[in-house]
C-alpha cells in the first residue's frame, strides 16, 4: 500500500514563516518584518530592559523587542525619558541581546544622541550595533529626522523610525497630547510617515494618534506601522512591558490593557517571604544544610 507524500497548503507555509507563531529558531530580521507587511501579518513588539525579562519575552514568541527609552520612566526611576544616556540604553541593551536567542531586539537613540545630525546618530547607532550586539535602532521625528534615517540605513543599520508623539518632545509639548488631529496637523504626519519610509526606515512607530489618520498612513505606507494608542489597523502594535503586565502603579494611558496583574503578584510574594522569615518558617528543614 503506497502513501502519497502530503505537502503543506499556502497557509501551512505562511504559518511556518510568521513572526509570531512560526516555527523558525534563526534571529527575525527587517526582511522578515517587510514579508509579514506583505502578507497582511499583525505582530506584537513589547519592550525590555533585561536579560530575563527579555528571555520571557523570548519564549513566548513576542518577535520585536524594543530595549526603549521608556526605560527611564519604568525602569530607572526618572521622570520622562529625556535623561536617559547612550551608556544606559548600551548596558541594557547588551543584556536584552544575551537574553534572547529568536527576537529582533531594536535599541532606542536617546535624547541628545542623534539631534546634532547624521554624523551624531550614525556614531551613536554604530555603538549600539557594535557593543551591544541590536538588529536594529529607533529614533523619534519625521521630517526633521531624515536625513539621520538615510545615513544609518546606507551604512547598514536598520531604522526604525517614530512619528506622532514623541516622548524626547515632552517639554515642547508641555504633556503627551493626541498628534495629528485636525487638517493641517494630520497632513503633517502624513508628510512625516512618507519622510522616513522614503529615507529607508524599515518600519514606523505611530504613537497617540486617531485611530482614522493611523489607518490611513497604514494604507499608504509599504512599510509597517507600530501602533501605541493608535486604533486597531496599524500593522504591529507595542506596550511597555510594565503596563502591560500590570507592574506599573497609578493612572495608566487609556491605550494600555493590562494582561495580569504582575506588581500585585510580586508584592504579595515579598510578603510571603517576609511573614515566613519573620515566623521562623524560612529556611525550613529542606532548605538547610548539615
Known sequence: MTHALKTPDSSQKADSKALYGGTSSRRITVRDIAAAKERGEKWPMLTAYDAMTASVFDEAGIPVLLVGDSMGNCHLGYESTVPVTMD??????????????????????????????AVQALRNATRLVKEAGVGAVKLEGGERSAHQIELLVQAGIPVMAHVGLTPQSV???????????????????????????????????????????????????????????????????????????????GRLPRFVKQYAQVREVLGGAAKAFAEDVVGGAYPAEEHSFH
Not at 536617546?110 to 545630525?117: A, H, L, R, T
Not at 496637523?185 to 518600519?203: E, I, S, W
Open 88 to 117: 544606559e540604553i548600551a548596558l541594557l541593551s547588551a543584556a536584552v541581546v544575551r537574553g534572547t536567542k529568536r527576537a529582533l531586539v531594536v535599541g532606542d537613540l536617546p535624547f541628545g544622541s542623534y539631534q546634532e545630525g
Open 171 to 249: 517639554n515642547a509639548y508641555g504633556g503627551y497630547p493626541v498628534q495629528g488631529r485636525g487638517e493641517e496637523a494630520a497632513q503633517q504626519l502624513l508628510r512625516d510617515a512618507k519622510a522616513v519610509q522614503d529615507a529607508g526606515a524599515f518600519a514606523v512607530v505611530l504613537e497617540l494618534v486617531p485611530a482614522e489618520l493611523a489607518a490611513e498612513v497604514t494604507r499608504t505606507l509599504h512599510i509597517p506601522t507600530v501602533g501605541i494608542g493608535a486604533g486597531v489597523e496599524c500593522d504591529a502594535q507595542v506596550l511597555v512591558w510594565t503596563d502591560m503586565a500590570g507592574m506599573t502603579s
